[in-house]
């Protein structure tokens, strides 16, 4: 299923299963995705006031690299930052299990989550995700054969 992937991404992690995932907030209700620092540190009120949920979205390192690199932080990327997105694949390949790397802690918010908003195939029903969304927490896999280069190949 074609699922619209709208996230404040807090941290990235690799699983026992030599998966990863990103963990974040989503925005469900609105569509609200925040981009500038501001809106970022306003995070812990959208939590507290129901406008979003946890999502765990898993993939390989290749679809959560793809996701990465859609994100505000790397989109229109110059040299310093595409150095700086190699250089947390290089982080994320050598990261061992239950290990995350952060982004932003969401205890202590600093503005500096990555927002991502894109498509991609998942494995997950639009019925799963809506069981889900009653607990406060989605979890999402990408399908195993989604890639973002082959999405752009296809549409």
């Known amino acids: 299923m074609e699922f619209a992937i709208s996230i404040s991404a807090f941290w990235v992690a690799k699983n026992v299963t030599e998966e990863y995932s990103i963990l974040g907030l989503w925005h469900y209700k609105d569509y609200y995705l925040p981009y ?37 932080k790397y989109r229109n990327a110059g040299i310093t930052e595409l150095n700086g997105f190699n250089e947390l694949i290089d982080k994320l390949k050598k990261l061992t299990p239950t290990k995350q790397i952060f982004f932003d802690d969401i205890n202590n918010l600093k503005g500096t ?4 908003d894109t498509l991609c195939d998942i494995v997950n029903t639009m019925d799963d995700i809506q069981n889900q969304l009653k607990t406060k927490k989605v979890m999402i896999e990408i399908s195993k054969d989604w890639s973002w280069l082959k999405y752009l190949r296809v549409k």
């Open 113 to 116: 989550t990555f927002s991502i």
């Open 36 to 72: 500038s620092r501001e809106e970022k540190l306003e995070l812990a009120n959208d939590i507290k006031n129901n406008k979003c949920v946890i999502l765990y979205v898993t993939g390989s390192l290749t679809q959560i690299s793809d996701l990465l690199m859609q994100s505000d």
